[in-house]
Protein backbone atom coordinates (compact mmCIF):
# COMPACT_ATOMS: atom_id res chain seq x y z
CA UNK A 1 0.00 0.00 0.00
CA UNK A 2 1.75 3.63 -0.86
CA UNK A 3 2.03 6.48 1.48
CA UNK A 4 -1.24 7.71 -0.35
CA UNK A 5 -3.32 4.92 -0.66
CA UNK A 6 -2.76 4.60 3.40
CA UNK A 7 -3.81 7.62 3.92
CA UNK A 8 -6.63 7.50 1.83
CA UNK A 9 -7.82 4.44 4.03
CA UNK A 10 -6.88 5.84 7.36
CA UNK A 11 -9.03 9.39 6.46
CA UNK A 12 -12.25 6.23 5.78
CA UNK A 13 -11.44 4.92 8.78
CA UNK A 14 -12.00 8.06 10.92
CA UNK A 15 -14.91 8.97 9.28
CA UNK A 16 -16.27 5.62 9.90
CA UNK A 17 -19.27 6.27 12.96
CA UNK A 18 -17.81 4.82 16.37
CA UNK A 19 -19.90 1.25 17.57
CA UNK A 20 -22.65 2.65 19.50
CA UNK A 21 -22.67 2.26 23.17
CA UNK A 22 -23.90 -0.97 24.63
CA UNK A 23 -26.75 -0.12 26.49
CA UNK A 24 -27.26 -0.12 30.24
CA UNK A 25 -28.38 -2.95 32.02
CA UNK A 26 -31.82 -2.46 33.84
CA UNK A 27 -31.58 -3.23 37.36
CA UNK A 28 -35.18 -3.37 38.89
CA UNK A 29 -34.76 -5.38 41.98
CA UNK A 30 -31.54 -5.34 44.26
CA UNK A 31 -30.60 -7.36 46.78
CA UNK A 32 -27.63 -6.17 49.31
CA UNK A 33 -25.84 -8.30 51.43
CA UNK A 34 -24.86 -6.99 54.36
CA UNK A 35 -26.10 -4.60 57.35
CA UNK A 36 -23.17 -2.90 57.94
CA UNK A 37 -22.44 0.81 56.59
CA UNK A 38 -21.26 -0.01 52.98
CA UNK A 39 -24.46 -2.10 52.97
CA UNK A 40 -27.38 0.41 54.14
CA UNK A 41 -25.31 2.65 51.96
CA UNK A 42 -25.90 1.32 49.30
CA UNK A 43 -29.44 -0.01 50.31
CA UNK A 44 -30.11 3.59 50.45
CA UNK A 45 -28.52 4.39 46.83
CA UNK A 46 -30.72 2.40 45.14
CA UNK A 47 -33.77 3.06 46.59
CA UNK A 48 -32.83 7.01 45.78
CA UNK A 49 -32.90 5.34 42.05
CA UNK A 50 -35.92 3.66 42.61
CA UNK A 51 -35.45 0.50 42.28
CA UNK A 52 -37.11 -2.24 44.89
CA UNK A 53 -34.26 -3.37 47.42
CA UNK A 54 -33.88 -6.00 49.58
CA UNK A 55 -30.75 -5.69 52.25
CA UNK A 56 -30.09 -9.22 54.13
CA UNK A 57 -28.36 -9.90 56.80
CA UNK A 58 -27.57 -12.77 59.18
CA UNK A 59 -27.27 -10.73 62.43
CA UNK A 60 -29.90 -10.03 63.74
CA UNK A 61 -28.73 -7.32 66.32
CA UNK A 62 -28.08 -5.69 62.23
CA UNK A 63 -31.38 -5.80 61.22
CA UNK A 64 -33.04 -5.22 64.85
CA UNK A 65 -30.85 -2.00 65.16
CA UNK A 66 -32.13 -0.69 61.49
CA UNK A 67 -35.95 -1.73 62.32
CA UNK A 68 -35.58 -0.05 65.67
CA UNK A 69 -34.31 2.94 63.68
CA UNK A 70 -36.94 2.83 60.83
CA UNK A 71 -33.98 3.09 58.34
CA UNK A 72 -30.97 5.13 57.70
CA UNK A 73 -30.31 9.24 57.64
CA UNK A 74 -28.12 10.11 55.04
CA UNK A 75 -25.98 13.66 55.52
CA UNK A 76 -23.53 15.60 53.85
CA UNK A 77 -22.91 14.72 50.15
CA UNK A 78 -24.81 12.53 48.16
CA UNK A 79 -28.22 11.61 48.18
CA UNK A 80 -29.50 13.40 51.45
CA UNK A 81 -32.59 12.64 53.42
CA UNK A 82 -34.02 9.47 55.19
CA UNK A 83 -34.61 6.09 53.45
CA UNK A 84 -37.46 4.06 55.48
CA UNK A 85 -36.74 0.44 56.43
CA UNK A 86 -39.00 -2.54 57.34
CA UNK A 87 -42.38 -0.25 56.28
CA UNK A 88 -45.04 -2.06 54.55
CA UNK A 89 -46.20 1.23 52.97
CA UNK A 90 -44.07 3.88 50.90
CA UNK A 91 -40.94 3.44 49.30
CA UNK A 92 -39.33 1.10 51.87
CA UNK A 93 -36.41 -1.16 51.85
CA UNK A 94 -37.31 -4.99 52.50
CA UNK A 95 -35.16 -6.79 55.28
CA UNK A 96 -34.61 -9.96 55.25
CA UNK A 97 -32.53 -12.95 57.43
CA UNK A 98 -33.29 -15.55 55.04
CA UNK A 99 -30.71 -15.95 52.29
CA UNK A 100 -32.90 -17.88 49.31
CA UNK A 101 -35.83 -15.30 50.03
CA UNK A 102 -33.68 -12.15 49.33
CA UNK A 103 -31.49 -13.39 46.38
CA UNK A 104 -35.11 -14.74 44.24
CA UNK A 105 -36.18 -12.70 41.50
CA UNK A 106 -33.18 -9.91 42.52
CA UNK A 107 -31.21 -8.55 38.87
CA UNK A 108 -28.42 -7.28 40.83
CA UNK A 109 -26.51 -9.04 43.95
CA UNK A 110 -24.30 -5.98 45.94
CA UNK A 111 -22.16 -8.34 48.33
CA UNK A 112 -20.15 -5.55 50.82
CA UNK A 113 -18.42 -6.09 54.19
CA UNK A 114 -14.71 -7.24 55.08
CA UNK A 115 -12.96 -9.82 52.63
CA UNK A 116 -13.58 -12.63 54.77
CA UNK A 117 -17.22 -12.37 54.58
CA UNK A 118 -17.40 -11.61 51.07
CA UNK A 119 -15.94 -15.42 50.93
CA UNK A 120 -18.42 -16.97 52.86
CA UNK A 121 -21.30 -15.05 51.05
CA UNK A 122 -19.48 -16.46 47.54
CA UNK A 123 -19.27 -20.12 48.99
CA UNK A 124 -23.10 -20.00 49.71
CA UNK A 125 -24.56 -18.61 46.65
CA UNK A 126 -23.72 -21.23 44.29
CA UNK A 127 -26.43 -23.20 45.44
CA UNK A 128 -29.27 -19.79 45.50
CA UNK A 129 -28.44 -17.35 42.22
CA UNK A 130 -30.15 -17.98 39.22
CA UNK A 131 -29.52 -17.12 35.30
CA UNK A 132 -29.16 -13.54 34.16
CA UNK A 133 -28.16 -12.64 38.14
CA UNK A 134 -25.00 -9.87 38.53
CA UNK A 135 -22.98 -10.77 41.65
CA UNK A 136 -20.93 -7.08 42.50
CA UNK A 137 -17.96 -7.13 44.71
CA UNK A 138 -18.26 -3.83 46.33
CA UNK A 139 -15.33 -3.32 47.54
CA UNK A 140 -13.44 -5.83 45.13
CA UNK A 141 -9.94 -5.18 45.91
CA UNK A 142 -7.58 -7.65 44.23
CA UNK A 143 -8.66 -10.91 42.97
CA UNK A 144 -12.21 -10.32 44.51
CA UNK A 145 -14.03 -11.44 41.25
CA UNK A 146 -11.59 -13.88 40.06
CA UNK A 147 -11.78 -15.63 43.80
CA UNK A 148 -15.52 -15.14 43.67
CA UNK A 149 -15.91 -17.04 40.18
CA UNK A 150 -13.59 -19.73 41.45
CA UNK A 151 -15.99 -20.63 45.01
CA UNK A 152 -19.07 -20.22 42.32
CA UNK A 153 -17.73 -22.83 40.33
CA UNK A 154 -16.03 -25.28 43.17
CA UNK A 155 -19.96 -24.90 44.76
CA UNK A 156 -21.32 -26.42 41.86
CA UNK A 157 -23.26 -23.05 40.18
CA UNK A 158 -24.21 -23.58 36.65
CA UNK A 159 -26.06 -20.48 36.35
CA UNK A 160 -25.21 -18.12 33.55
CA UNK A 161 -24.06 -14.63 36.50
CA UNK A 162 -22.10 -11.56 35.77
CA UNK A 163 -19.61 -11.04 38.63
CA UNK A 164 -18.56 -6.86 38.29
CA UNK A 165 -15.65 -5.68 40.75
CA UNK A 166 -15.94 -2.59 42.02
CA UNK A 167 -12.99 -0.69 44.85
CA UNK A 168 -14.65 1.86 45.97
CA UNK A 169 -17.85 3.69 46.95
CA UNK A 170 -19.13 6.69 45.84
CA UNK A 171 -18.70 8.46 48.78
CA UNK A 172 -16.85 8.10 52.33
CA UNK A 173 -19.45 7.37 54.62
CA UNK A 174 -18.96 7.86 58.92
CA UNK A 175 -21.56 5.69 61.10
CA UNK A 176 -23.60 7.74 63.99
CA UNK A 177 -26.41 5.16 64.88
CA UNK A 178 -28.86 5.34 62.48
CA UNK A 179 -26.90 8.00 60.19
CA UNK A 180 -24.52 8.10 57.64
CA UNK A 181 -22.53 11.43 57.04
CA UNK A 182 -21.27 11.68 53.56
CA UNK A 183 -18.70 12.61 51.92
CA UNK A 184 -17.45 12.68 48.12
CA UNK A 185 -14.90 10.02 47.37
CA UNK A 186 -12.80 9.95 43.96
CA UNK A 187 -14.14 7.82 41.03
CA UNK A 188 -13.42 4.27 41.32
CA UNK A 189 -12.21 1.67 38.94
CA UNK A 190 -14.64 -0.95 37.64
CA UNK A 191 -14.58 -3.79 35.79
CA UNK A 192 -16.75 -6.99 34.93
CA UNK A 193 -16.11 -11.04 34.39
CA UNK A 194 -17.06 -12.07 31.83
CA UNK A 195 -14.93 -9.09 30.39
CA UNK A 196 -17.71 -8.11 27.51
CA UNK A 197 -20.61 -7.60 29.64
CA UNK A 198 -19.54 -3.73 29.20
CA UNK A 199 -23.80 -3.55 29.18
CA UNK A 200 -23.61 -4.22 33.66
CA UNK A 201 -21.31 -0.88 34.44
CA UNK A 202 -23.37 0.94 32.80
CA UNK A 203 -25.62 -0.18 34.98
CA UNK A 204 -24.14 -0.11 37.80
CA UNK A 205 -23.37 3.47 37.03
CA UNK A 206 -26.98 4.53 37.71
CA UNK A 207 -26.42 3.94 41.49
CA UNK A 208 -22.55 4.29 41.73
CA UNK A 209 -21.85 7.19 39.99
CA UNK A 210 -18.16 8.19 38.23
CA UNK A 211 -17.07 4.39 37.75
CA UNK A 212 -14.51 4.37 35.50
CA UNK A 213 -14.57 0.73 33.84
CA UNK A 214 -11.18 -1.00 33.19
CA UNK A 215 -10.59 -3.54 30.31
CA UNK A 216 -10.84 -7.15 32.67
CA UNK A 217 -10.98 -7.83 36.69
CA UNK A 218 -7.26 -8.39 36.00
CA UNK A 219 -6.88 -4.69 35.75
CA UNK A 220 -9.31 -3.69 38.30
CA UNK A 221 -7.28 -5.69 40.62
CA UNK A 222 -4.35 -4.67 39.93
CA UNK A 223 -5.58 -0.95 40.23
CA UNK A 224 -6.54 -1.76 43.65
CA UNK A 225 -4.50 0.64 45.70
CA UNK A 226 -6.33 -0.12 49.27
CA UNK A 227 -3.28 -1.49 51.04
CA UNK A 228 -0.49 0.56 49.55
CA UNK A 229 -2.51 3.55 51.36
CA UNK A 230 -4.12 2.09 54.22
CA UNK A 231 -1.14 -0.40 55.72
CA UNK A 232 1.18 2.75 55.76
CA UNK A 233 -1.51 4.92 57.35
CA UNK A 234 -2.51 2.91 59.41
CA UNK A 235 0.41 0.74 61.12
CA UNK A 236 3.50 3.29 61.03
CA UNK A 237 3.26 5.82 63.46
CA UNK A 238 5.52 7.67 66.37
CA UNK A 239 8.27 9.71 66.45
CA UNK A 240 10.05 7.53 63.58
CA UNK A 241 7.10 8.16 61.01
CA UNK A 242 4.36 11.40 62.24
CA UNK A 243 1.85 12.53 60.64
CA UNK A 244 2.16 15.92 58.73
CA UNK A 245 0.65 19.08 60.95
CA UNK A 246 2.12 20.53 63.96
CA UNK A 247 3.22 18.92 67.16
CA UNK A 248 0.05 18.56 69.51
CA UNK A 249 0.31 19.21 73.71
CA UNK A 250 -0.87 15.85 75.40
CA UNK A 251 -4.16 15.11 75.29
CA UNK A 252 -5.34 17.50 72.65
CA UNK A 253 -7.03 16.61 69.44
CA UNK A 254 -6.83 18.17 66.07
CA UNK A 255 -9.56 20.34 64.68
CA UNK A 256 -12.47 18.43 63.55
CA UNK A 257 -11.83 19.54 59.97
CA UNK A 258 -8.26 18.14 59.99
CA UNK A 259 -9.03 15.18 61.96
CA UNK A 260 -9.12 12.89 58.50
CA UNK A 261 -7.57 9.90 57.28
CA UNK A 262 -5.02 11.78 54.81
CA UNK A 263 -3.22 13.56 57.87
CA UNK A 264 -2.35 10.37 58.95
CA UNK A 265 0.18 9.92 56.14
CA UNK A 266 3.16 12.00 56.77
CA UNK A 267 5.95 12.58 54.22
CA UNK A 268 7.82 9.45 55.77
CA UNK A 269 5.05 7.52 55.19
CA UNK A 270 4.47 8.71 51.75
CA UNK A 271 7.63 7.54 50.64
CA UNK A 272 6.49 3.79 51.86
CA UNK A 273 3.82 4.75 49.69
CA UNK A 274 5.35 5.51 46.89
CA UNK A 275 7.86 2.08 46.93
CA UNK A 276 5.01 -0.23 47.81
CA UNK A 277 3.46 1.47 44.72
CA UNK A 278 6.03 0.81 42.07
CA UNK A 279 6.43 -2.86 43.13
CA UNK A 280 2.56 -3.14 42.62
CA UNK A 281 3.09 -1.72 39.32
CA UNK A 282 6.29 -3.88 38.24
CA UNK A 283 4.05 -7.16 39.38
CA UNK A 284 1.40 -5.79 37.02
CA UNK A 285 3.30 -5.20 34.27
CA UNK A 286 4.82 -9.10 34.11
CA UNK A 287 0.94 -9.89 33.87
CA UNK A 288 0.01 -7.34 31.25
CA UNK A 289 -0.94 -4.38 33.13
CA UNK A 290 0.52 -1.50 32.29
CA UNK A 291 -2.00 1.56 32.88
CA UNK A 292 -2.41 2.01 36.51
CA UNK A 293 -3.02 5.23 38.91
CA UNK A 294 -0.39 6.86 39.62
CA UNK A 295 0.50 7.34 43.47
CA UNK A 296 -1.18 10.41 43.73
CA UNK A 297 -4.09 8.95 42.12
CA UNK A 298 -4.18 5.63 44.94
CA UNK A 299 -3.87 8.25 47.46
CA UNK A 300 -6.51 10.34 46.22
CA UNK A 301 -8.90 7.53 46.05
CA UNK A 302 -8.03 5.56 49.37
CA UNK A 303 -6.60 8.30 51.67
CA UNK A 304 -9.32 11.13 50.80
CA UNK A 305 -8.36 14.54 50.61
CA UNK A 306 -6.85 16.97 53.62
CA UNK A 307 -10.00 18.53 54.84
CA UNK A 308 -13.20 19.35 53.50
CA UNK A 309 -15.40 17.85 51.27
CA UNK A 310 -13.97 14.73 50.09
CA UNK A 311 -11.96 13.74 53.59
CA UNK A 312 -12.30 10.72 54.61
CA UNK A 313 -12.58 10.09 58.19
CA UNK A 314 -10.35 8.21 60.65
CA UNK A 315 -11.43 5.13 61.60
CA UNK A 316 -11.54 3.77 65.12
CA UNK A 317 -9.84 1.17 67.15
CA UNK A 318 -11.91 -1.88 65.62
CA UNK A 319 -12.75 -0.29 62.02
CA UNK A 320 -8.97 0.48 61.78
CA UNK A 321 -8.26 -3.83 62.71
CA UNK A 322 -10.81 -4.85 60.29
CA UNK A 323 -9.69 -2.44 57.74
CA UNK A 324 -5.54 -4.05 58.11
CA UNK A 325 -7.12 -7.61 58.44
CA UNK A 326 -8.83 -6.63 54.75
CA UNK A 327 -5.87 -5.01 53.10
CA UNK A 328 -3.51 -8.04 54.21
CA UNK A 329 -5.96 -10.90 53.08
CA UNK A 330 -7.57 -9.11 50.10
CA UNK A 331 -4.73 -6.85 48.74
CA UNK A 332 -1.19 -7.14 49.74
CA UNK A 333 -1.31 -11.17 49.46
CA UNK A 334 -2.69 -11.41 46.56
CA UNK A 335 0.05 -8.67 45.51
CA UNK A 336 2.66 -10.93 46.81
CA UNK A 337 1.41 -13.98 45.40
CA UNK A 338 1.53 -12.65 41.52
CA UNK A 339 4.98 -11.60 42.92
CA UNK A 340 6.25 -15.10 43.48
CA UNK A 341 4.78 -16.61 40.32
CA UNK A 342 6.41 -13.54 38.02
CA UNK A 343 9.65 -13.65 40.07
CA UNK A 344 9.77 -10.18 41.36
CA UNK A 345 10.87 -8.95 44.65
CA UNK A 346 8.37 -6.41 46.77
CA UNK A 347 10.71 -6.30 49.80
CA UNK A 348 8.64 -3.25 51.02
CA UNK A 349 5.41 -4.84 50.78
CA UNK A 350 6.13 -8.17 51.78
CA UNK A 351 8.05 -6.49 54.83
CA UNK A 352 4.84 -4.04 56.06
CA UNK A 353 2.34 -7.64 55.55
CA UNK A 354 4.81 -8.80 57.89
CA UNK A 355 4.52 -6.02 60.33
CA UNK A 356 0.46 -5.74 59.55
CA UNK A 357 0.27 -9.29 60.69
CA UNK A 358 2.32 -8.18 63.68
CA UNK A 359 -0.16 -6.14 64.91
CA UNK A 360 -2.94 -8.05 64.46
CA UNK A 361 -1.52 -11.42 65.83
CA UNK A 362 -1.44 -13.83 63.56
CA UNK A 363 -0.47 -15.29 60.59
CA UNK A 364 -2.83 -14.40 57.69
CA UNK A 365 -1.21 -15.66 54.65
CA UNK A 366 -2.99 -18.89 54.72
CA UNK A 367 -6.16 -16.48 54.60
CA UNK A 368 -5.19 -14.95 52.04
CA UNK A 369 -5.91 -14.47 48.62
CA UNK A 370 -3.05 -16.34 46.54
CA UNK A 371 -3.50 -17.24 42.69
CA UNK A 372 -3.50 -20.78 44.09
CA UNK A 373 -6.61 -20.60 46.01
CA UNK A 374 -8.39 -18.89 43.30
CA UNK A 375 -8.08 -21.95 40.42
CA UNK A 376 -4.67 -20.53 39.32
CA UNK A 377 -2.54 -23.22 40.33
CA UNK A 378 0.57 -22.32 38.15
CA UNK A 379 4.24 -22.55 38.56
CA UNK A 380 5.04 -20.50 35.40
CA UNK A 381 4.36 -17.12 35.00
CA UNK A 382 3.28 -17.57 30.88
CA UNK A 383 0.65 -20.19 32.56
CA UNK A 384 -0.87 -18.24 34.84
CA UNK A 385 -1.17 -15.18 32.56
CA UNK A 386 -3.24 -17.46 30.26
CA UNK A 387 -5.12 -18.64 32.78
CA UNK A 388 -6.00 -15.43 34.16
CA UNK A 389 -6.77 -14.36 31.28
CA UNK A 390 -9.03 -17.06 30.31
CA UNK A 391 -11.46 -16.46 33.80
CA UNK A 392 -11.83 -13.12 32.79
CA UNK A 393 -12.96 -13.37 29.93
CA UNK A 394 -15.56 -16.47 31.15
CA UNK A 395 -13.64 -18.96 29.11
CA UNK A 396 -13.14 -20.88 32.37
Do not use: N
Not at 330 to 359: I, N, R
Amino acid sequence: MSATEFEAFAEAMAKRPAPPAPIARAFARVTVLGGGPEGRLLACLCLAEGAEVTLFSAYGAELAAIRAAGGTTLRGAGPIGTFAAGRETGPSIRLSAELDTALRGADLVFVTGPVLKQRTYAMVLAEHVADGQVLALVPGRTLGALEAAWFLRAGGCEADVVLAEVQALPWWAREDGATLHLTRARPALAAVLPSDRADVIRGLARFLPDLVPVRSVVESGFGDGSGVVEVPALVLGGPAAPPPGPELPPGARPLPERDTFRALVGERHLAVVAAMAEERRRVAARYGVRDLPDTDEWLDAFAGTPAGEGARPVPDASQARRLLRCAVVGSLTPLLSAAEVAGTEVPVTSAMTTLAETLLGGDLAPAGRRLDTVGIGASDLDDARRTIEAIARGER
